[in-house]
């Protein structure tokens, strides 16, 4: 299968005054063409760092420090900025964290969309107004012709997360990055979403790197997974091998920090905290909250080992993890 997206070793720091966090270490990974890749992990393990990563879009104090990212096998940093405004328009579009706080409140939605069509291509006004109708229709919303003159505060949280989902695949991009699209939504409509992103995949046969931390949804819509840390890859891998078998026990504990549908059983959460990523220690990132931590976790680096066909961890206690899960192995996924 065709590499659409490759990662290799990326490293990613942010300078803030006196220190640099160091956002994204050692990360590698693949997306191939028509895969849909998730990114998994707590609260400020660097899953959108790596995602603006992608987009060669730190800001003014972030960089990558190394590392490179390759797109259909150009490497982004050598690009210029004007071929990346190109690039992030019409060949990769991000759909980022806050993104609902970034449609323009005075403008309507079917005008916002026109605009980014205009933007990416050579079309009247007129057409480009019939286009984002016909763009919000594939999203899903109701009666197009009305909302697209409605503005953003008269729609619902749902329906400006499809707005911009809609925004972002009216270039056609062949690579969609949606970060948390699902986040504040009620259940029922993020399981809308889920079904848009879904179809969207089945129909256009988009790549796309979906980041979320609800493990239900990577379970339902992802081919592969990378589980991040502290902003390194705890495990990677085929889906269903990584929640059938997780071998990482950071894996095992958010698998059992997770509610399980119909279950009476309460979900338990990881004690502990992400380390300070301006101050790391050497050794394994999780060993202060790991159940299986022993000395030998605390010296060195660790490495990503083999553990399965297209199953990778980054533990050197795996082996007593996967015999002793943290948890009894779930099997509701
Ligand atoms: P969340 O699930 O909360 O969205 P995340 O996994 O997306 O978290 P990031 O937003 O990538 O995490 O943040 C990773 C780390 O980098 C955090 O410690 C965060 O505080 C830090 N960070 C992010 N952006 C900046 C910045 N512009 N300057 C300094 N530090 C930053
Ligand atoms: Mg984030």
Known sequence: NETVLSIDSLHVEYSTPGSNVRAVRDVSLDVARGETHGIAGESGSGKSTLALAILQYLGDNG??????????????????????????????AHVAQDAKSSLNPSLSVGEQVAETIQAHQDVSRSEAHQQAIEMLREVDIPD??????????ELSGGQQQRVL?????????????????????????????????????????TTIVLITHNLEIIAQITDRVSIMYAGELMEQGDVYSIFD????PYTQGLLAATPEIGSDKAPTAIPGQIPDLTDLDDG???????????E??????????????????????????????????????
């Open 63 to 92: 960089s990558i420090t190394s590392g490179t990212v390759q797109f259909n096998g150009t490497d982004l940093q050598e690009l210029s900025e004007s071929e990346l405004r190109s690039l992030r328009g019409n060949d990769i």
């Open 144 to 153: 197009p012709e009305y909302n697209a003159d409605q503005y953003p505060h």
């Open 165 to 205: 989902i809609a925004m972002a695949l009216s270039c056609s991009p062949e690579l969609l990055i949606l970060d948390e699209p699902t986040t504040g939504l009620d259940v029922t409509t993020q399981s809308k979403i889920v079904e848009l992103i879904q179809d969207l995949k089945d129909e256009y046969e």
């Open 245 to 248: 078998d997780p071998s990482n």
């Open 284 to 294: 394994c990132t999780f060993a202060d909250r790991c159940a299986f931590a022993t």
């Open 296 to 333: 030998e976790c605390r010296t060195g680096s660790i490495a990503m080992e083999t553990v399965a066909d297209d199953h990778e961890t980054r533990c050197r206690r795996w082996e007593a993890a996967v015999e002793d899960p943290i948890q009894p192995k779930r099997g509701t996924y």
